[in-house]
């Protein structure tokens, strides 16, 4: 009986278990490694978004002499003091604030230059699992005399 035991071929029980638990770990790593760079480009591409539409908006407002002519421009809509847009964007609303500034020049500092700043932000909408800050660019433009 004794040699018939120590004959015995294959795995034990607790060999099965170290198995199945060592492969678990391995496989939860490599698991864990795939959400990561999933949630990652998930991020990369909502802030990718944001930098597009910024610079699309800052495309249309290069061509006018103050932002408030964005108010009768597609979507965009006067509140308060900026102008903004809710619908046109899937995720995003755009918000365009506009101050004047003067600027005096470095090699002329008895030249005074006069500028609008035009600030942009792109946020995301509320509910859509996008917690990121909002993208914010700024603008100058010249003021026409």
Excluded: C, W
Excluded at 28 to 44: G, R
Excluded at 72 to 77: R, W
Excluded at 126 to 134: H, K, T, V
């Amino acid at each position: 009986m004794k040699n018939f035991l120590n004959k015995e071929k294959g795995m034990t029980l607790v060999e099965l278990l170290a198995a199945i638990a060592l492969l678990g770990i391995v496989l939860f790593t490599f698991m864990s490694i795939f959400t990561q760079s999933a949630k990652f480009s998930a991020h990369n591409q909502e802030t990718l978004t944001a930098v597009q539409i910024a610079e699309q908006i800052v495309s249309d407002v290069r061509d006018l002499e103050t932002i408030l002519t964005l108010n009768n421009v597609d979507n965009y809509k006067k509140v308060g003091g900026f102008i903004e847009d809710k619908d046109t964007y899937d995720h995003f609303i755009v918000k365009v604030t506009e101050e004047e500034i003067q600027v005096t020049r470095p090699d002329s500092p008895a030249t005074i230059l006069k500028l609008k700043k035009a600030k942009i932000s792109v946020k995301a909408k509320p509910g859509f699992g996008i917690n990121e800050p909002e993208f914010k660019t700024e603008m100058y433009l010249k003021v026409q005399p």
